[in-house]
């Protein structure tokens, strides 16, 4: 098995590509800390290596942030092994229950812009964001104001509320006149 690494746009991530899906067209998984990857055997596992901060889980890539202090040239290997030796040995990814909190705060009579906003993030933002390592998830709309959050790379990325205002927002108040604004929300 062979590893392919990556660089993102946010340095304190790196992006793993094991040659084989990861999550699939299961969409993703972002885990923020070690207590909420207790729905994946991989990222408990990632995060028992010292330095990795958070695990973002994609099609078919694994992105792996790095705490304050710690060094890519020790951990990159230790994070290349744990894919390895998690993928050897026919481990599952997801474990129990697979689903994450979608919760979105919309307006029933807002479907049809929600709908129109979801397309084209989906279309034209995921797959550049996925690109870079990470995902950008739909939250809400409410008054004009669009909803997002950042996962994987992007989270915590210092090009990544540069990427909002200047990209997205844009890009959506062209194409659907009732976007004012687009605001970043955390998990």
Not at 7 to 23: D, E, I, R, S, Y
Not at 24 to 48: C, H, I, K
Not at 100 to 114: I, S
Request: glycine fraction near 10%; aromatic fraction near 6%.
């Amino acid at each position: 098995m062979f590893i392919e690494t990556e660089a993102t746009p946010n340095p304190a991530t790196l992006k793993f590509l094991p040659g084989q899906p990861v999550m699939g067209d299961r969409g993703t998984a972002d885990f923020v800390s070690p207590e909420t990857a207790a729905r994946s055997p991989l990222a408990e596992r990632l995060f028992q290596l010292d330095g990795v901060a958070r695990v973002f889980l994609g099609a078919d890539f694994v992105t792996v942030t790095k705490a304050n202090g710690a060094d890519w040239v020790d951990l990159r290997p230790q994070v290349l092994g744990a894919l390895m030796e998690h993928a050897m040995a026919g481990r599952p990814i997801l474990a129990g229950d697979e689903a994450e909190d979608d919760a979105e705060d919309t307006d029933p009579a807002d479907a049809e812009v929600v709908a129109q906003i979801k397309e084209l993030l989906d279309t034209r933002v995921r797959p550049a964001v996925a690109g870079d390592g990470g995902d950008i998830v739909f939250r809400g709309f409410r008054d004009g104001i669009v909803r997002l959050r950042m996962q994987g790379a992007c989270s915590g990325c210092p090009s990544s509320r540069a990427t909002l205002k200047h990209g997205v927002e844009n890009m959506l108040r062209h194409y659907v006149p009732e976007v004012v604004a687009v605001e970043q929300v955390e998990a």
